[in-house]
T-cell receptor
Framework: GENVEQHPSTLSVQEGDSAVIKCTYSDSASNYFPWYKQELGKRPQLIIDIRSNVGEKKDQRIAVTLNKTAKHFSLHITETQPEDSAVYFCAAREAAGNKLTFGGGTRVLVKP | DADVTQTPRNRITKTGKRIMLECSQTKGHDRMYWYRQDPGLGLRLIYYSFDVKDINKGEISDGYSVSRQAQAKFSLSLESAIPNQTALYFC?????????FGSGTRLTVV
């Protein structure tokens, strides 16, 4: 089955700086890669996703890139703000069904 | 957001007890999932169901069972709870690409 690794596990940045989280996946047939943000005590919420036929996608201050050859994808947050502090999860969806395999999560702390 | 509702929100139970976590959804989605969240391990899939009468094991199904009573209801049972099942449990539904999560059930087994 699919295996997703996520790095780093914790990330501390100064407000206004950029944050980058990287994930690798093992199943070259995976075709959909969502990113979830989980604030303290709350449920995961989808913030951005990318499909395997696209190399990059942006939504305001967040962007995701996908390198299918290397089997890795990354989340980029620019001009970080304190409300960006949360745990972020990457995931990969197996081509055979709708199952998501999640990375271990990255705890992001934005220091004012 | 009450689209995916989990009950109870918090539960403390003793080792060896049977416990059921319930999930109901108003989104009309056929696909439902149970995940377990542990610190540093992300979300791991326990069971999933793509339709009523369809039940599939996920990554960590041992010690758990599920029941899909209707399209809108998917319950998770721990037949004999043990302390290492202490975790945060999430139910989710999906249609197409998007997963929608419930608010979670924090289970403590003492």
């Amino acid at each position: 089955g699919e295996n997703v690794e996520q790095h780093p596990s914790t990330l501390s940045v100064q407000e206004g700086d950029s944050a980058v989280i990287k994930c690798t996946y093992s199943d070259s047939a995976s075709n959909y890669f969502p990113w979830y943000k989980q604030e303290l005590g709350k449920r995961p919420q989808l913030i951005i996703d990318i499909r395997s036929n696209v190399g990059e996608k942006k939504d305001q201050r967040i962007a995701v890139t996908l390198n299918k050859t290397a089997k890795h994808f990354s989340l980029h947050i620019t001009e970080t703000q304190p409300e960006d502090s949360a745990v972020y999860f990457c995931a990969a969806r197996e081509a055979a069904g709708n199952k998501l395999t999640f990375g271990g999560g990255t705890r992001v702390l934005v220091k004012p | 957001d009450a689209d995916v509702t989990q009950t109870p929100r918090n539960r403390i139970t003793k080792t060896g007890k049977r416990i059921m976590l319930e999930c109901s959804q108003t989104k009309g989605h056929d696909r439902m999932y149970w995940y377990r969240q542990d610190p540093g391990l992300g979300l791991r899939l326990i069971y999933y169901s793509f339709d009523v009468k369809d039940i599939n094991k996920g990554e960590i199904s041992d010690g758990y069972s599920v029941s899909r009573q209707a399209q809108a209801k998917f319950s998770l049972s721990l037949e004999s709870a043990i302390p290492n099942q202490t975790a945060l449990y999430f139910c989710a539904t999906s249609e197409g690409q998007l997963h929608t999560f419930g608010s979670g059930t924090r289970l403590t087994v003492v």
